[in-house]
C-alpha cells in the first residue's frame, strides 16, 4: 500500500460546481496533515493545513478522519482559477524535529467556461 | 520574512557529468530541509530531508547525495548523471513544530541528455 494515495483524476467540473477530493494514508500514527495546489510547471504551494476538527478558508474545507485514515478537500463554487493539481501531504515523521512529508501524487481539477 | 532561493532555475546536463544545485533559506533559524524530486507526469518523490548541520537522511537509494554544510544551505550533488535523474528538483524547508509545513523554492528543471 502507497504511503499516501489519491485519486489522480482528471476531475472535470464545470464553473460553480462543488468538488470533493479524498485522499488516504498508511500510518495511523501520522499527526499532520495538508493540503498543496501545484500549477502547470510550477512550485507546489500550500493551501490549507487540515486539523483534526476540520477548517475551512472561504470557499474551501478540509476534513480528517483518523478512524478510516483519509483526509478530503471541497471546493464549493469552483473559479476557472482553481484549475490546478491538488496535493495530498502527510507528515510520516514521528513529530517534533522530525518532520517527514510524504505527499499523494495528486488531483488534476480542471474547471470548465 | 522567510524567503527560500534555489538554483539554476533550468540545467541541461550531459550524461555522465556532475551536478551540483543549491538552496538557500532565509529569515529562519534551524529549519528542516528537504530535496524533492518530480518527474515528468508524476508526483513528488522524498530524496532527502535534513534536521540539522551535516545531518541528512537519505529515503531513495539513488545517484544522487546531499549536503548541508550551513544552517541555512542545503546541496544536492551527483559524480556523475543518469538520463534517468532528469525531472524538476525542489527544495523545502520546514520549521521543527510538528505541525509545520513546508515552503517551496521556484525549483530546478534538469533535463539530462
Known amino acids: 500500500r502507497k504511503e499516501v494515495e489519491q485519486d489522480p483524476g482528471p476531475f472535470n467540473v464545470p464553473e460553480g460546481a462543488t468538488v470533493a477530493f479524498n485522499c488516504t494514508y498508511s500510518?495511523?500514527?501520522?499527526?499532520?496533515f495538508f493540503w498543496y495546489r501545484q500549477d502547470c510547471r510550477k512550485e507546489p504551494k500550500l493551501l490549507m493545513s487540515?486539523?483534526?476538527s476540520g477548517n475551512e478558508d472561504g470557499r474551501f474545507t478540509a476534513q480528517l478522519n483518523r478512524a478510516s485514515q483519509y483526509i478530503s478537500l471541497l471546493i464549493r463554487d469552483s473559479k476557472l482559477s482553481d484549475s490546478a493539481t491538488y496535493l495530498c501531504?502527510?507528515?510520516?515523521?514521528?513529530?517534533?524535529?522530525?518532520?517527514?512529508?510524504?505527499f499523494g501524487t495528486g488531483t488534476l481539477l480542471a474547471v470548465q467556461p | 520574512s522567510q524567503t527560500i532561493h534555489q538554483w539554476p532555475a533550468t540545467l541541461v546536463q550531459p550524461v555522465g557529468s556532475p551536478l551540483s544545485l543549491e538552496c538557500t533559506v532565509e529569515?529562519?533559524?534551524?529549519?528542516?530541509l528537504y530535496w524533492y524530486r518530480q518527474a515528468a507526469g508524476r508526483g513528488l518523490q522524498l530524496l532527502f530531508y535534513?534536521?540539522?548541520?551535516?545531518?541528512i537522511s537519505s529515503e531513495v537509494p539513488q545517484n544522487l547525495s546531499a549536503s548541508r554544510p550551513q544552517d541555512r544551505q542545503f546541496i544536492l550533488s551527483s559524480k556523475k548523471l543518469l538520463l534517468s535523474d532528469s525531472g524538476f528538483y525542489l527544495c523545502?524547508?520546514?520549521?521543527?513544530?510538528?505541525?509545520?509545513?513546508?515552503?517551496f523554492g521556484n525549483g530546478t528543471r534538469l533535463t539530462v541528455t
Open positions: 501531504v502527510v507528515n510520516m515523521g514521528y513529530g517534533g524535529a522530525t518532520n517527514k512529508l510524504i
Open positions: 500510518n495511523s500514527a501520522s499527526q499532520s
Open positions: 529569515g529562519t533559524s534551524n529549519p528542516n
Open positions: 523545502a524547508w520546514s520549521d521543527r513544530f510538528w505541525n509545520s509545513p513546508l515552503h
Open positions: 535534513s534536521v540539522g548541520i551535516g545531518q
Open positions: 487540515v486539523y483534526s
